[in-house]
C-alpha cells in the first residue's frame, strides 16, 4: 500500500484524489504547519498544492530534499501560476512534476500511477520477491523510532538453505525463497494491519516489522505455515529420511537436516534503543540463538528498558 501524502489548507484536492484513486493508495492530508512532522512518516508520493501554502514553494521543496529520509521521494506541485520561469524553478530543484490547478482527473490519475510504477522499480526492490530492500528497511524502522512508536522485528532466515541449494539447485532454491516471502506476507497482513512492513534483506534473510501486540502469534503462525508448505520442495526419500546428503570438500557425504526457518523477535519498546544499529544488535543477537535451536522456532526478545553498564569500582 502506498501512501500520498497532500500538504494543503483545503480538502478538495484531497477529495478529488480519494475519488480517482480508489483504494489503490492511501490519501493523507497534511497542513502546512504540520509539514516538519509529516517528513518523519516518509511519504511514498507528496503533492503540495501550491495555491494554498503560505510562504515560498521553493523552500518546502527543498526542505524535503535536505532531509536524509525523503531525499528521494517524488513531489508533485499542483498549482495555478502557469508563469514559465516560475515552473522551470521548480523542476529545477527536483521536483519530479508540476501540474495546474485544473488539470484533467485523467492526467493526474495516471501521473501518480506511472511515479508509483517507477517507485516499484527502483527503489532497491528485490527483483527475486519484489520486497524492498536495505534502503526502504532502515527507512521504516527510523519513522517508528522517530514517532516513539511501539513495534516489533521479526528477524527470519532459513536453516540449511546452502545444504539444500547445493542438492537441488539454484533454481529451486529461488522458488522456495519465493514460498518463504509469500508465507511472510500472508502472516504480516492477515490482520489487515497495512502499517506492518516485510522487507527482504537479500538471500534467505527477511525483516518484518509489526505494529501489533501479538507478535508471537505471527511467529507461530510463520513457523506452522512454512512446515507445512515447505515439504514440496523435497523429494519422498529426502522427507522420509529427514534429512540430505551433501558431499562436502573433502569428497566425504554429509547429513543435513531439511530446510526450516528461525525468527528472532525484539521488542522495540518506548525508549529502549537510540537508533536502528541497536535495533540490529539485538536482532542478529535473537535470531543467532534461534539458529542454535534444531528445526524452525522463535525466541523473543521482550526486555523493555535499555540495559545499562556496570562498573564495580574495587579499592
Known amino acids: 500500500m502506498k501512501f500520498v501524502y497532500v500538504v494543503d489548507k483545503e480538502d478538495k484536492l484531497k477529495l478529488e484524489l480519494e ?14 504547519s504540520q ?31 535536505n532531509d536524509d529520509d525523503n531525499s528521494i521521494t517524488p513531489i508533485i506541485v499542483v498549482s495555478k501560476n502557469k508563469e514559465e520561469k516560475h515552473i522551470v524553478d521548480i523542476l529545477k530543484n527536483e521536483v519530479e512534476m508540476y501540474l495546474p490547478d485544473s488539470v484533467n482527473k485523467e492526467i493526474l490519475y495516471y501521473s501518480i500511477k506511472n511515479i508509483i510504477r517507477l517507485l516499484n522499480s527502483n527503489r532497491m526492490v528485490s527483483p527475486l520477491t519484489g520486497l524492498p530492500g536495505n534502503i526502504q528497511i532502515q527507512a521504516e524502522m527510523k519513522k517508528r523510532l522517530s514517532n516513539n512508536k511501539e513495534f516489533a522485528m521479526l528477524y527470519l532466515d532459513l536453516d540449511n538453505f546452502k545444504a539444500y541449494n547445493d542438492t537441488y539447485g539454484f533454481s529451486n532454491g529461488d522458488e522456495m525463497i519465493k514460498f518463504t516471502a509469500k508465507v511472510i506476507q500472508d502472516n504480516i497482513f492477515k490482520s489487515g494491519n497495512e502499517k506492518n512492513f516485510v522487507g527482504h534483506i537479500g538471500g534467505d534473510d527477511f525483516i518484518a516489522i509489526v505494529e501489533e501486540s501479538d507478535y508471537e502469534k505471527i511467529a507461530q503462525d510463520i513457523i506452522t505455515d512454512f512446515d507445512m508448505g515447505v515439504q ?13 546428503e551433501v558431499e562436502n570438500r573433502k569428497g566425504i557425504m554429509e547429513q543435513y537436516p531439511l530446510t526450516s526457518i528461525s525468527i528472532g523477535v525484539v521488542d522495540v519498546a518506548k525508549g529502549r534503543f537510540k537508533n536502528t544499529l541497536e535495533i540490529g544488535e539485538a536482532g542478529a543477537a535473537v535470531k543467532h540463538l534461534a539458529k542454535t535451536i534444531y528445526g524452525s522456532t522463535y525466541v523473543i526478545d521482550r526486555r523493555k528498558v535499555r540495559e545499562e553498564k556496570i562498573e564495580k569500582h574495587i579499592k
Do not use: S
Open 35 to 65: 509539514f516538519d512532522d509529516m517528513l518523519k512518516n516518509i511519504p511514498d508520493i507528496l503533492i503540495m498544492n501550491e495555491n494554498n501554502i503560505e510562504g515560498d514553494i521553493l523552500e518546502y521543496c527543498k526542505k524535503v530534499r
Open 232 to 244: 514440496k520442495y523435497f523429494n519422498k526419500e529426502d522427507i522420509e529420511n529427514g534429512f540430505i
Open 19 to 32: 475519488e480517482i484513486l480508489k483504494k489503490e493508495v492511501k490519501v493523507k492530508q497534511i497542513l502546512p
